[in-house]
C-alpha cells in the first residue's frame, strides 16, 4: 500500500474550550498513540478529508510533525465527523512497525454490480460490507473482492468462500454471508405481509399503566458520529474504527 505523507504540529493544551479553538482557526485536533505513549497533535482539515474521501482509511501515513527529524509510520485509528455539517472534528492516529502483523477492517467489493440472477428478478443483499483481516502493513488491500458473477438464486457468499491474497487472513465466523442473492417476493407474499402487520405492531407493544418515562437526553453540542474500530495494536493486535 502506497504511504501518504501528513504534516502535522504538535500542540500543549486539552478540553473542549481548547479544542473549539483550534477548529476556529482551520485546524483539527488530534492524537498519535506510540508504545502506551501519545502526543498531541494539529492537523489540516483538507488533508484529512482528501484522504478520508479518497477512501484510504487504512493508508499508512508517514507523520511530519514539525520540529521532529522522525516521521512515523501511523494508521487512522478512530475519526470523529459532525453529524450535521460532516466536518471532521477530531482523530486518532496509531503508529505501527512496518514488520509487525496488524488487524485492520476493508471494504468488500463485489466483482460484478448486477449478476444475471439480479436481472432475472433477485435480489442482491450485501451482508457484510466490511470484514477484519490481519497482515502486515504493507500487504493491506483497498478492498476484498467477492466473485458474484455465477451466484444463483438462493445462493450465498460465506467467509470460508474468499481466498484473499498471500500475506492476508480473514478473521471472523467463517459460516458469516457475506454476499447473498434473494429470491423476488411475490405479490401474494407482499400482500400477506402487508395484511398482517398493523395486527403483529399492535401485538408487539405492550399497554403500560402509568406515566411514561422521559427518554434520555442527548449527549451536547460536541457529540459526533465515531467511526469506531479496534485500534491496531504491536504484534498482532490492531483495528480497523465505523
Do not use: W
Request: a negative charge; one cysteine or more; proline letters at 5%.
Amino acid at each position: 500500500m502506497k504511504k501518504i505523507e501528513l504534516n502535522a504540529e504538535v500542540r500543549d493544551k486539552t478540553g473542549k474550550g481548547t479544542a473549539r479553538s483550534l477548529r476556529r482557526e482551520g485546524k483539527i485536533p488530534a492524537v498519535v498513540y506510540s508504545d502506551g505513549k501519545s502526543t498531541l497533535i494539529t492537523l489540516n482539515p483538507s488533508d484529512m478529508r482528501k484522504i478520508l474521501n479518497a477512501g484510504s482509511e487504512n493508508a499508512l501515513i508517514n507523520l511530519k510533525i514539525t520540529g521532529s527529524k522522525v516521521a512515523p509510520v501511523t494508521i487512522i485509528k478512530d475519526y470523529q465527523r459532525d453529524p450535521v455539517t460532516g466536518d471532521i472534528l477530531h482523530a486518532d492516529l496509531f503508529e505501527i512497525s512496518m514488520n509487525e502483523l496488524i488487524k485492520v477492517k476493508v471494504h468488500v467489493k463485489v466483482s460484478v454490480e448486477i449478476p444475471t440472477s439480479v436481472k432475472e428478478g433477485g435480489v442482491m443483499q450485501h451482508n457484510l460490507r466490511e470484514i477484519e483481516i490481519e497482515c502486515l502493513p504493507g500487504n493491506i488491500p483497498d478492498h476484498i473482492l467477492v466473485d458474484t458473477a455465477e451466484l444463483k438464486i438462493g445462493e450465498a457468499v460465506h467467509l470460508r468462500d474468499l481466498i484473499p491474497e498471500e500475506g492476508i487472513k480473514i478473521i471472523g465466523d467463517k459460516d458469516l454471508v457475506v454476499v447473498s442473492i434473494a429470491a423476488p417476493i411475490t405479490e401474494a407474499k407482499l400482500e400477506e405481509m402487508l395484511a398482517g402487520a398493523p395486527a403483529a405492531a399492535e401485538a408487539a407493544v405492550p399497554e403500560i399503566a402509568g406515566k411514561k418515562e422521559k427518554e434520555e437526553e442527548p449527549a451536547g453540542e460536541e457529540k459526533a458520529k465515531t467511526k469506531k474500530e479496534e485500534a491496531p495494536t504491536k504484534g498482532g493486535e490492531g483495528t480497523k474504527g465505523k
